[in-house]
């Protein structure tokens, strides 16, 4: 485990589990959901924290498929699975393949390189450089794809496990979006709605504001709904989780096309993931095709 810090804000990071964060403490306020013992997370197939879901996030309706004229095909040494066993999440969650380039108490970088015999589950040469920065109350997640040699499909995604300390109908969820995607049984998008009808299907009160929805949550009411379209201020959408002691203001840089939210009812987190592209994009052919080396933002600011 290694740990950055500053005057506001410790993070912790298991580099040799999938480079997942496993606390953020603000003024000694832990902001993540991470109920696990260290050493049993590493072997279990629970996630929590900030999980990073590569070469896909979220679930896949098929192993077996071709993707840019090449045949994937997903095996069970490195796949997890949804509860309906789909596919789920990528496979780079809890390895031990990253390697550190540089750190310092604020700033730390790893690398990973789709090589080798991880070409056999993802056949495109390719590296991942994963910086994060502490600066002041924000903490500032910078993903770099680079050294391929032709065009690379992407999925990606992160998975932020944010901690809820007061009951749902009291905390306020603020959304820069204007498309909800509706999903089948099997959480597959079929169709994109206006995001209202998303409210109205599960009665929860909101409010329209120029550039995003209000809206509160409800103790019984499960989210596990994609949403996309944003609002975007200054290059950013801007989503926020409003508590009593603290708001976190999530900014999605603007290669984060879509954002999955994940609060089961009887459970005191919620997941604001930033994602590249819808679930199952891999299938339905609507994944990023990056041509050029590209480096993806998400920062966590967090306001007392």
Not at 74 to 102: A, C, M, S, Y
Not at 126 to 147: A, C, G, P, V
Request: aromatic content about 18%.
């Amino acid at each position: 485990m290694l740990q950055l810090n500053n005057n506001y804000i410790t993070l912790e990071i298991l580099e040799d589990c999938g480079f997942t964060i496993s606390k953020i403490l603000f003024k000694d306020k832990n902001i993540l959901y991470f109920p696990f013992d260290k050493e049993i997370y590493k072997k279990n197939k629970d996630l929590a924290g900030i999980p990073f879901l590569y070469p896909y996030a979220n679930r896949i309706s098929k192993e077996e498929f071709i993707l840019e004229g090449k045949q994937i095909q997903l095996k069970d040494e490195v796949i997890q699975r949804d509860h309906n066993q789909f596919p789920i999440h990528g496979f780079l969650l809890k390895t031990n393949q990253w390697k550190i380039l540089k750190k310092t108490n604020d700033f730390i970088k790893g690398r990973f390189d789709f090589a080798n015999h991880w070409l056999e589950f993802f056949p495109f040469s390719h590296s991942i450089e994963y910086s994060i920065y502490l600066n002041k109350n924000q903490i500032e997640f910078q993903i770099e794809i680079k050294d391929f040699q032709e065009p690379i499909p992407l999925s990606f995604g992160l998975h932020p496990y944010f901690l809820l300390y007061q009951p749902k109908e009291t905390i306020n969820l603020i959304l820069p979006a204007k498309q909800w995607i509706e999903t089948n049984s099997y959480l597959f998008p079929v169709d994109l709605k206006d995001i209202t009808l998303f409210f109205s299907k599960n009665n929860l009160p909101y409010k329209r504001e120029n550039t995003y929805f209000k809206v509160f949550l409800d103790s019984n009411v499960s989210w596990d709904d994609g949403f996309t379209n944003f609002f975007y201020t200054n290059s950013k959408a801007l989503f926020k989780i409003q508590q009593k002691d603290y708001e976190l203001i999530l900014h999605f840089g603007e290669g984060f096309t879509t954002c999955q939210i994940y609060s089961p009812k009887e459970k005191n987190f919620i997941c604001i993931e930033p994602m590249n592209s819808k679930t199952n994009a891999f299938l339905t052919k609507e994944y990023l095709l990056l041509d050029r080396p590209k480096i993806f933002y998400f920062i966590i600011e967090i306001i007392t």
